[in-house]
């Protein structure tokens, strides 16, 4: 149950006399330096909201004397917090579950075009302030997370290493972007990886690529040696893994094992991997 403000029912009923749209929701930033009202404002409402040419927006803001923003509400809050974000552009939103201090917060990545952050943010954090502000109140969602598009890191990979990289992804479990390279050519981008961390925002892990699953999961469990990997008809990857080595395949916390079984889900369909 959204709550409003005398002060923002005020609002809504001049929005809707305005532009002939029932807004659903209305917040009032108070910010001296930034005053503003948000409307969230239903998906087949928003040309009208808009007006031609931005004219009825216009003149919401002469009435309201202050900047007048709207944001496209969505069913789902993968899509209202890509809304809520904009004008920068969002290219996936992954929602899930955190703990935290104890306590457990729903946290949304959004993965934006890492020359694209600064308008996500907003100045002093406005822009992503507001967008969670909103998602938690129409969604639930406790936080967002800006994230570099994985697309984008591309080019600042090869630019930080001189290293064309092969893909990149996040891992919202382990929140960590995963950058495969070409064989031979881990070791010049690991040299980097503290300069990538720094302009990406995010922990980096570097894995060579390979052109089958079994290769590609015995890379992903490196340094732990694998002697060999069987792939089932049941698409489980059994990974022979020395007993001295176990720990260390399956990582802290179970970061690499969950490393193998992103990857070989990722590029070749793969269930799930043991370690045998």
Not at 63 to 88: G, W, Y
Not at 124 to 152: C, F, K, Q, W, Y
């Amino acid at each position: 149950m959204i709550r409003l403000s005398d002060e923002a029912r005020q609002h809504i009923a001049l929005f809707e006399d305005v532009t002939g749209v029932a807004a659903r929701d209305c917040i009032v930033a108070r910010d001296e330096a930034d005053p503003r009202v948000v409307f969230v404002v239903p998906p087949d409402g928003m040309a009208d909201a808009i007006g031609p040419g931005g004219r009825t927006v216009s003149t919401l803001e002469e009435r309201l004397r202050s900047a007048v923003e709207l944001v496209e509400d969505a069913d789902t809050p993968e899509m209202f917090v890509a809304n809520a974000l904009r004008p920068a552009a969002v290219y996936e939103v992954t929602v899930r579950e955190r703990e935290r201090d104890g306590e457990t917060e729903t946290v949304a990545y959004a993965e934006v075009d890492a020359d694209d952050f600064g308008a996500a943010i907003g100045a002093g954090g406005r822009n992503v302030s507001m967008a969670t502000r909103l998602a938690e109140r129409h969604h639930g969602v406790d936080r967002i997370e800006l994230v570099p598009d994985p697309d984008s890191c591309l080019d600042r990979v090869a630019e930080t290493t001189d290293v064309e990289p092969v893909d990149a992804l996040f891992d919202p479990v382990d929140e960590r972007l995963l950058v495969l390279v070409p064989s031979g050519t881990a070791d010049d981008v690991t040299q980097s990886v503290g300069a990538l961390q720094s302009a990406l925002g995010w922990p980096v892990e570097v894995v060579t690529y390979a052109g089958d699953a079994a290769g590609l999961i015995e890379n992903a469990l490196a340094p732990a040696t694998v002697h060999n990997v069987t792939v089932s008809q049941s698409g489980v990857a059994y990974a022979e893994v020395d007993r001295e080595d176990r720990g260390l395949a399956i990582g802290n916390g179970g970061t690499r094992i969950r490393r193998a079984r992103l990857l070989a889900e990722r590029y070749y369909g793969v269930d799930d991997v043991e370690l045998t």
